[in-house]
Each structure stands twice: as C-alpha cells, then as structure tokens.
C-alpha cells in the first residue's frame, strides 16, 4: 500500500494489490474521517493502525463511496467508527454486495474473515454535511458509476475525494452515462486543490479540468460509436474494433483494467440501446 499526504490533515492510500483503488483520511483532533476502505484486509488493517497514529481515538467515522466490494469490504476493521453511505448503499449492500461476497470468498480465501457491514447514518437527497474536530466534510450524492456514489469534499483543503466518478477511465456498466456526464460537470464547478480519483492517482488542481473534460468526452465517443453499430445491425461483433485510444484516452493506467472496463462498457451500452429498441440483447 502507498501512502500520499496531499494536505497537512489529509492522506491517500492507494492499493499494491488490487486495481491501485484508493482510500483516504481526513485527521482531526477529535478523530479521524476515513473515506473508503481497501479490498483485502491486510491493507485495511493498515489504514486502521494509521488512523489511530494520526488521530486520537482513530478512525470517529467511515464513509463509503459506493457499495463497490473493492471500495467497502474493509469497513469491519474499523469497529468503533459510525459507518456512513448514501440510502442507496444500504438496499444494494444488501442485495447485491451480500451474495458477491459469498462468491468472492469461494475464489480468495484471503476474504474469507471479511464481514460485510451495512452503514449506521445514511442520508437521501442532494448532500450531508459532516462536522468533526473543526473540520467540515461535505457528502455529495453523484450518481452515474453507481446509483449510490457519494463523492466527499474536505472544504477547508478543497480536496475532493470523487472516488469513481473520475476513473482513468469510466466505468458505466453498472450506472447510466448520462447521470455521470452530470456528476462530471458538477466537479468541474468546483474549486478544487486536489482530486482523488478511485483508481489511480492524485490530479492537480491545474490539471482537473482538462481530464474531467477528457472523460465526458469519452461518454460522449462511445455513445456515438455504439448507437453505430446497433443502427448496422450485424451483431456485437464490431464493438471489438472500437478502441480506448478512439474515444481519447490512453489502455495504459492500472495495468491492463482500462481495456477490460472500456469493453465491458461497449457492450453494455450496445445491450442497453438495444433493449430501449424493444430488441433483444
Ligand atoms: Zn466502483
């Protein structure tokens, strides 16, 4: 695990073993805001112990992004501190992050200690504000990768932790493209010093723009491109010659993921305007 201290109260961990997914702390004197957890335990654990080094009494509060396994499996480690989520987490949690578990620990016996934990506060609607030790955090509900995702704005440092919303490149498979294309343009409204991204690395305030811009760009090329191939009509099989580097971003961050994401999205928008047709899949 690597860790990053990208203001004076806040840190960045990002994963050695799983897709480079990141997490974060926000320390304050009456405890510490962790955003996110890390997949495997081991690296968790890590995030635990350091929150208790930063902050008296440790990690106050977990916040979760999204009910993704990579970003929530954790959240057992960390006992004391109040679990928060958007509503939408809890039911998908639930119903969905429930039996993935059981499957993912039948492959990865590393998991197999890791307990699923449902959130203690959630709130619905537009935003929460979160107040400790001074410091003011404000939870942004910013559908698109997920119906549940909650993006977390430390305001006094002006870093966004956006989770993934902003991937280096998106992932739509399990959300709606135009709910993301929104939640995008809401971070380019913001004044941000600091983005961390849920995959990846830490973006510069200079540089938030341009790549927020390259991502809508890419919703927007692999809409077009799709709508192609479902208006040919000779199948799914040309999907494959559509390219990452086409819709303007690069197949090289997070080892080999960036293609396998940019086809899984190829063909879930192909399955989706098909059946918005009336057509099979
Ligand atoms: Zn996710």
């Known amino acids: 695990m690597l860790r990053e201290r990208v203001s004076e109260d806040i840190y960045v961990f990002t994963s050695e073993v799983y897709a480079q997914v990141t997490a974060g702390i926000i320390a304050t004197p009456d405890g510490a805001i962790v955003v996110d957890t ?55 949690l639930a119903e969905v992050g429930a039996p993935a578990l059981k499957a993912a620990q039948a492959e990865a016996p590393e998991l197999e200690e890791v307990r699923l934990r449902l959130p203690d506060i959630t709130f619905e609607g537009g935003d929460m504000g979160l107040q400790l030790g001074g410091k003011v955090v404000r939870l942004i509900h910013a559908p698109g990768h997920t119906d549940d995702m909650v993006m977390v704005y ?3 440092a002006h870093v966004l932790f956006a989770s993934d919303t902003l991937m280096p ?4 498979v399990d959300g709606d493209v135009d709910a993301l294309r929104a939640s995008l343009r809401f ?4 004044q941000v010093e600091n983005l961390v991204e849920g ?33 040919a009509g000779k199948g799914r099989e040309p999907l494959r010659k559509i390219t990452v580097e086409q819709c303007g971003l690069s197949r090289i961050p997070l080892g080999g993921l960036v293609q396998q994401i940019h086809m899984a999205n190829l063909f879930a928008l192909y399955n989706r305007m098909l059946a918005a047709q009336g057509r099979a899949a």
């Open 169 to 172: 490149v998106p992932s739509v």
């Open 154 to 156: 430390a305001e006094d």
């Open 38 to 92: 890390l997949p495997f335990p081991g690296e968790s654990r890590q995030v635990a112990a350091f929150a208790a080094h930063v902050s008296p009494g440790g990690a106050r509060y977990v916040v979760l992004t999204h009910y993704h396994a990579d970003h929530a499996y954790g959240a057992y480690l960390f006992p004391k501190a109040d679990l928060v989520a958007h509503q939408r987490a809890r039911r998908l």
């Open 199 to 231: 995959h990846g690395e830490v973006i510069l305030r200079g540089e938030v723009s341009e790549v927020v811009q390259a991502s809508i760009k890419y919703l927007d090329c692999i809409e077009t491109r799709v709508a192609k191939v479902v208006e």
């Open 187 to 190: 971070i380019d409204e913001l």
